[in-house]
């Protein structure tokens, strides 16, 4: 298995646009999670998916974020309008269930000037 | 406040050293799991050591787990500069819907 993949690795956008990251799990894996990290605020939980479903999304900063997640094999996160203070490095993980080891993908760095 | 948090922050140690970080949480857990993030990247999944569980060895680690002070630590013997990383705890938490929750890291520096 190819790991989890993301896409696009590296993102430059001006504030105002709508930006989506996208996410592709390992294979059998059922539960999926977007998480964000900066320097500041350290590794956030944005949200997470159980079998498809979004379980929990307390951790969503406001309603300019947005996750989808339409088949077992693909996720979106979407932010419209980005903000400068969106900036940050965006991370998908998959696993078996909450309780397991989290598989990452590598990142998407998104910078919104 | 954070469920797990390393101590030290950072850690600079000489090649050949052992190197040695410690989590603290806060509630009870099922399980506890160890990250390595290196610069740029994901993090990669290290071990997961279970509540009843004390210690748990894999490679040149070693994790131990004291759930009545609510303390695990990770010892990484004979480092390498390859060892140089960002480590993390993480523990599911209930409060959460058994979602990991992932301390601030402990930034480890092995020097050659």
């Known amino acids: 298995d190819a790991g989890v993949i993301q896409s696009p690795r590296h993102e430059v956008t001006e504030m105002g646009q709508e930006v989506t990251l996208r996410c592709k799990p390992i294979s059998g894996h059922n539960s999926l999670f977007w998480y964000r990290q900066t320097m500041m605020r350290g590794l956030e939980l944005l949200i997470y998916f159980n079998n498809n479903v979004p379980i929990d999304d307390s951790g969503m900063p406001e309603d300019r974020f947005s996750a989808k997640m339409p088949n077992a094999s693909f996720s979106t996160l979407k932010i419209q309008p980005s903000e400068p203070r969106d900036s940050a490095v965006y991370f998908c993980?998959?696993?078996?269930?909450?309780?397991?080891?989290?598989?990452f993908g590598p990142g998407t760095r998104l910078t919104v000037t | 406040s954070q469920q797990g948090e390393e101590d030290p922050q950072a850690l600079s140690i000489q090649e050949g050293e052992n190197a040695t970080m410690n989590c603290s949480y806060k509630?009870?857990?099922?399980?506890l799991q160890w990250y390595r993030q290196n610069s740029g990247r994901g993090l990669v999944h290290l071990i997961l050591?279970?509540?009843?569980?004390r210690e748990k060895h894999s490679g040149r680690l070693r994790v131990t787990l004291d759930t009545s002070k609510k303390s695990s630590s990770l010892l990484i013997t004979a480092s390498r500069a390859a060892d140089t990383a960002s480590y993390f705890c993480a523990t599911p938490t209930k409060d959460a819907g058994n979602m990991l929750t992932f301390g601030g890291g402990t930034r480890l520096m092995v020097k050659p």
């Open positions: 050591i279970r509540s009843n569980e």
């Open positions: 509630t009870s857990i099922n399980n």
């Open positions: 993980a998959s696993s078996f269930g909450t309780f397991y080891e989290q598989y």
